[in-house]
C-alpha cells in the first residue's frame, strides 16, 4: 500500500513539474516572422575561447564556415576589423552571394588606426564586386577614443582611395552632438538599439493610442536624423535585441523577445524602405567579460553555430525543457525512493507531503543550475557555477533531510531550534565535523548563513552604478577592477530554495496540531532558530539576563537590516534613468545627466530578487521579534525558583 501511495504521489508531482517546464515553453507564432533573409548581420567569426581581447583569432577556414553557415539567411554581412584573418570574409563571402559592408576598427593608436585604413582600402578595391559599403570606424566618439577633427582625417583618407559609399557609425545621439561629420560622409549609419537607451523600452510597452513604443521611438529616431542631415541616406548600422541576460527597466531579453523585435522592425523597414544590419550573426561569448550575459547573446545564431531559432518558424522560450524536466523528475523520483526506504514506517499523508517538496527543490535545483550552465562563458564563471552547484546541493539535502525528520517525529537535538545565529554558530563550531551531514538543523543554519551573506553581497554588487579601481600587487604588477550593475545578471534562481522553497516548508508545519500558544505559533515556525520547521518542542529563545534585549540579536539585526535596505535601494537604483535632455529635477550625476525615478518597479527581476532577500530576512526578524517580547523565555533551574 505504502508503495502504491508513494507512486501515486510521484506520479501527481511529476504532472505538476511538466506543467512547470512545458506551460512557458511553448511554441509561439510571431507574427509577420517570414523565412526571407534579413538585409544584413554584423559578422564577428570569433568562436568559444576566441577572444580580440586575448589575440585568438579565428582562421580562415572557420571564417568561411561561418558565411556557408548565413547563407540563405542574411544578404549581407557588415565586419568591424580590416585585419585579423578577417580578409577572408570579402575573399570568400561571394562564394554565398553575400556582400560584404567593411569596416576599420579605430582606437586612439595612430599607427594601428593606419595599418586598419590601408588594410580597409586595399580589400575595398581588390574585391570591389562585394564590397558594396566602407565604414571607418565604429563608435570611436562613444568610446572617447579620438576627436571628431582626427576622426575626419580618416574619412577623408579612405574616402579619396575607394569607391564605394564611405560612412562612419556611431550611436545616433553622436551624431546629432557632432552634424559636421556628414559633409565627409557618403551616407549617414546610425545605431539604434532600444534595449541600450538611457531609457530602455520593452517590447510590449505600448503608446496611449494602442501603438508600440519601441516602434515608435525607432520611428522617432530616424525622422529626427533625417531631418538633422536632409539629402543624406540614412542607414541603421547597429540594431538587435539579446536572447538572455538581465532586464533594464521593462527591456526583457530572450529568445522569443529577441524574434518578435527582429519581426517588428523588419516589417517596419519594409514598410519604411530602411536599410539596416542587425547585431549579430552569431554569439560572442567573450563579450561576456565586459559586458555579462546580455552582451554574449545579441546572435542570430549561438556560439556553437547552432539555430536558435528558424527564420518563419515559431519559436520556444527554452528548447532544452524536455531535458531539465527529465533531469528534475529523475531527481524527485530518487528522492521519494530513498525516503521511502530509509523511513518505512512513514504514512501515506507524510510521503505525499515529502513527494511535493522533493519536486519542488529539485526543479528549482535544475533550473539553477542550468541558468548558471548556459550563462558560463569563461573559466572564472565555470568556478562560480561549481561553487552555486555545490552550495545549493547542500542547502537543498539540509532541507530535505529536515522536511523527512520533522514529517516522521526524528528530529536531531529539537531543543536546538530555538537557537539564534550565535548559538548555531557555537553549536556548528563544537561539533565534530563528520557528524555535519547528520545534523540537517545546524547544516541548514549555517548554510543559510553564507547564502544570506551571499544575497546581501549581489544586492550591492548590482545596486553600484559603476566603480572603478586599481589593487597593486607590485612595483610592476597591478589589476584592475570594476563594477558596473548594468551588465550584472540577476541570480533569482540562486536563492528561491532557501527563501521560496524553505518558507513553503516553514507556513505548512503550521497545518499540523501544535502545543504553542496560538499568537506564538507563526512567529516561532518562521524564525531562524526553528529553519527547518516547528517540532512541537518547547524550544525556548535562550536571553542572558545581563545584556540588553538587543544585544544577544544583533546578528539577527545586521543581517536582516541589511537585507532589506539593499533590497529597497536595488528596486529604486533600477527604476532609475539618466538623461540628457536639458530638463529639471531629478539628482544630478557627474557626467551632466540627471537621474529620475521613472521606471519604479518595471524590472520584474530585480523585483523578484529583492523579494526573495525580503523573504530570508524573515526568519531573522521573526527571531528579533521573539526575543525581545520574551527577554526571559527560558525558565530558571528549580533550584532557583525553590528559594522563592
Not at 297 to 307: E, I, K, M, S, V
Not at 430 to 449: C, V
Not at 515 to 530: C, E, I, K
Not at 619 to 631: G, M, N, W
Amino acid at each position: 500500500m505504502r508503495a502504491l501511495v508513494a507512486l501515486l504521489a510521484f506520479a501527481v508531482v511529476a504532472a505538476l513539474n511538466f506543467l512547470w517546464w512545458w506551460l512557458p515553453n511553448r511554441p509561439v507564432e510571431i507574427g509577420g516572422w517570414t523565412s526571407a533573409p534579413l538585409q544584413s548581420v554584423s559578422f564577428a567569426p570569433y568562436r568559444p575561447g576566441q577572444s580580440p581581447l586575448t589575440r585568438t583569432f579565428p582562421t580562415p577556414d572557420q571564417i568561411e564556415q561561418d558565411l556557408k553557415r548565413l547563407q540563405g539567411k542574411v544578404q549581407a554581412v557588415r565586419t568591424y576589423s580590416a585585419a585579423e584573418n578577417l580578409e577572408t570574409v570579402p575573399q570568400r563571402a561571394g562564394k554565398y552571394g553575400l556582400k560584404v559592408w567593411e569596416g576599420a576598427w579605430l582606437n586612439d593608436n595612430d599607427k594601428e588606426n593606419l595599418e586598419q585604413i590601408n588594410l580597409l582600402i586595399d580589400h575595398a578595391n581588390r574585391y570591389r564586386d562585394v564590397v558594396e559599403r566602407v565604414i571607418v570606424g565604429n563608435e570611436v566618439l562613444l568610446r572617447k577614443d579620438l576627436t571628431a577633427n582626427q576622426l575626419r582625417a580618416y574619412i577623408r583618407m579612405v574616402k579619396q582611395r575607394v569607391r564605394q559609399p564611405v560612412t562612419y557609425a556611431d550611436v545616433w545621439e553622436f551624431w546629432l552632438r557632432n552634424p559636421s561629420l556628414a559633409d565627409d560622409v557618403d551616407f549617414i549609419t546610425i545605431h539604434m538599439l532600444p534595449y541600450w537607451e538611457d531609457e530602455p523600452i520593452g517590447i510590449d510597452r505600448r503608446e496611449p493610442d494602442g501603438t508600440l513604443s519601441i516602434e515608435k521611438h525607432i520611428l522617432d529616431i530616424y525622422h529626427k536624423v533625417q531631418a538633422r542631415f536632409p539629402g543624406k541616406k540614412i542607414v541603421i548600422g547597429e540594431t538587435g535585441w539579446p536572447s538572455d541576460g538581465r532586464m533594464r527597466s521593462d527591456a526583457r531579453p530572450g529568445r522569443v523577445e529577441q524574434v518578435r523585435f527582429f519581426s517588428m522592425f523588419r516589417t517596419l523597414a519594409e514598410r519604411e524602405h530602411f536599410d539596416y544590419n542587425f547585431v549579430e550573426a552569431f554569439d560572442q561569448h567573450w563579450k561576456a567579460r565586459q559586458e555579462g550575459t546580455v552582451g554574449a547573446t545579441w546572435g542570430l545564431l549561438d556560439a556553437y553555430r547552432g539555430d536558435k531559432f528558424e527564420l518563419g518558424k515559431p519559436v520556444v522560450a527554452e528548447p532544452q525543457w524536455r531535458l531539465l524536466f527529465a533531469v528534475s523528475t529523475l531527481m524527485s523520483g530518487l528522492l521519494v525512493l530513498a525516503f521511502g526506504a530509509g523511513r518505512r514506517h512513514a504514512k501515506r499523508r507524510q510521503i505525499a507531503v515529502f513527494a511535493l517538496f522533493a519536486q519542488l527543490v529539485a526543479t528549482c535545483y535544475v533550473q539553477s543550475v542550468w541558468i548558471d550552465l548556459s550563462r558560463t562563458f569563461y573559466f572564472e564563471k565555470v568556478v562560480g557555477m561549481a561553487f552555486w552547484a555545490i552550495l545549493l546541493a547542500a542547502f537543498s539535502y539540509a532541507l530535505l533531510r529536515g522536511i523527512a525528520d520533522s514529517l516522521t517525529g526524528k528530529m536531531a537535538d529539537p531543543s536546538l531550534y530555538g537557537a539564534r545565529v550565535r548559538e548555531a554558530w557555537r553549536a556548528w563550531r563544537e561539533l565534530p565535523r563528520f557528524r555535519i551531514l547528520q545534523r540537517a538543523d545546524l547544516m541548514a543554519q549555517i548554510l543559510y548563513l553564507a547564502l544570506t551573506v551571499l544575497c546581501i553581497f549581489y544586492l550591492v554588487v548590482i545596486s553600484i552604478d559603476w566603480y572603478d579601481g586599481v589593487i597593486r600587487l607590485s612595483e610592476t604588477w597591478f589589476r584592475q577592477i570594476a563594477i558596473d550593475g548594468r551588465y550584472r545578471d540577476f541570480p533569482i534562481w540562486s536563492f528561491v530554495i532557501p527563501s521560496l522553497c524553505l518558507m513553503a516548508w516553514k507556513v505548512t508545519t503550521l497545518l499540523r496540531a501544535q502545543t504553542v500558544p496560538r499568537p506564538d505559533r507563526l512567529l516561532r515556525a518562521l524564525s531562524f532558530g526553528r529553519l527547518l520547521g516547528y517540532d512541537s518542542s518547547r524550544g525556548y529563545v535562550r536571553m542572558n539576563r545581563s545584556l540588553s534585549r538587543l544585544w544577544p540579536v544583533l546578528p539577527e539585526i545586521i543581517l536582516a537590516s541589511l537585507l532589506i535596505f539593499w533590497a529597497a535601494i536595488l528596486v529604486v537604483t533600477e527604476g532609475a534613468i539618466k538623461l540628457y535632455d536639458g530638463g529639471i529635477g531629478g539628482f544630478i550625476a557627474a557626467d551632466g545627466g540627471r537621474w529620475v525615478i521613472r521606471t519604479l518597479f518595471w524590472n520584474t527581476q530585480s523585483d523578484w530578487l529583492a523579494g526573495l532577500a525580503v523573504l530570508m530576512a524573515l526568519p531573522y526578524l521573526a527571531t528579533i521579534y521573539l526575543s525581545v517580547r520574551e527577554p526571559l523565555a527560558e525558565p530558571p533551574p528549580d533550584s532557583y525558583t525553590s528559594k522563592w
